[in-house]
């Protein structure tokens, strides 16, 4: 079974996992309970301070820590929709009021629009940037910078896919308290299986946070995937490489995509192809697993169209086998 659910890069980061074989004879040992090297590294990288960096078990476990920390009585939260649905669901859980913004048409957001909505217990603000799954930028810097000069709630910023679309707010934690910015090692440097992800903001909340989850667990990042993220840090020109390497890939998979008639690709900044299709998704989805193709079923995102489909694009090797399965299932 070939499974395009997720988003992951097809291959893996051979510098990283060459890391990890070398490091492997350490399993004997303790992680660095600061992950001192990969936060210096990271701190350089981005050129902001050690202070300003936390270390996590990944986008989502970054997320629900956040939350925790800032919630309060009727505190509310604002997202765009359709967005990750792992936002709305975290927050509903620890007991948010969700506020939803409707993408438009295009799947656009204005600046008015989330003004419009900003409501005086409104706690959080959270987008998507690429946005999830529409995989488009809904705000930019000067959007962003605006909102943080005329409001005092957080601002999450979900970068998890800056790697390709190199756009990015973290310059703005230096002058702003209240923006924090999500990273994840997951998708474009391809570290999903080893679960890691850093916050960037302020260094009071970083503090705050890192002493909430040091007294939940002293070591809550594995060793291995502390020094895969150094890995990919530090060898730019290998992971530019990688990088490229995978976007073409993207490209000639959605080039074939296109020949097939009725079929049609929504440009994206992701690991992932948006495609509509004659189909709807769950008839897509349910025709293709008969042909060994895994996708996402995209009814956990409200208000996607239920002709639109998220793939991940499939490696080399499965690429001729998945194209095969769309035109026979669409054309059968």
């Known amino acids: 079974m070939i499974d395009l659910r997720y988003g992951e890069m097809p291959v893996a ?25 990969l936060i210096h590294t990271f701190a350089q990288k981005e050129q902001i301070k050690k202070e300003n960096i936390l270390i996590t078990n990944g986008s989502m ?8 920390a800032l919630y309060q009585k009727n505190a509310s939260m604002l997202i765009p929709s359709p967005t990750f649905f792992g936002f ?12 939803t913004l409707l993408l438009d048409q295009k799947f656009w957001l204005t600046i008015n629009a989330i003004k419009e909505k900003i409501l005086p217990q409104t706690t ?20 962003i910078q605006e909102l943080l000069e005329e409001m005092n709630a957080y601002i999450i910023i979900d970068e998890s896919y800056f790697a390709i679309s190199q756009e990015s707010c973290v310059p703005l934690i230096k002058q702003y308290d209240n923006l924090i910015v999500l990273r994840g090692f997951s998708k474009w440097y391809g570290l999903a299986w080893l679960r890691i992800g850093a916050i960037l903001a302020n260094p009071l909340l970083i503090q705050r946070l890192a002493n909430d989850a ?28 990688y990088i490229a390497t995978f976007s073409a890939l993207k490209t000639d998979f959605e080039k ?12 994206t900044k992701t690991t992932f192809s948006l495609i509509y299709t004659p189909l709807c998704n769950s008839e897509l989805c349910k025709k293709l697993e008969t042909h060994g193709v895994l996708i996402k079923k995209t009814s956990i995102y409200p208000n996607l169209e239920k ?17 095969k399965a769309f035109v026979t299932v669409l054309w059968q």
Do not use: C
């Not at 476990?61 to 925790?68: E, K």
């Open 13 to 37: 980061f051979e510098p990283a996992v060459q890391r990890i074989k070398k490091e492997a004879n350490n399993i004997n040992k303790y992680p660095d309970e600061n992950y001192t090297q």
């Open 307 to 323: 002709n639109m489909s998220v793939i991940s694009v499939p490696s080399r090797n499965d690429m001729s086998h998945v194209i």
């Open 61 to 68: 476990s970054s997320f629900n820590m956040i939350l925790s």
């Open 124 to 143: 959080l603000i959270v987008l998507a940037n690429p946005n999830n799954p529409t995989w488009n930028m809904l705000v930019n810097n000067d959007q």
């Open 214 to 241: 040091s007294s939940l667990n002293k070591f809550p990042v594995n060793s291995i995937a502390v020094h895969a993220a150094q890995e990919v840090l530090q060898q730019q020109k290998e992971m530019d490489q």
């Open 88 to 99: 709305e669901q975290s927050a509903k859980h620890l007991g948010y009021k969700i506020q």
């Open 256 to 267: 074939q995509l296109w020949q097939i008639p009725e079929v049609q690709i929504l440009a």
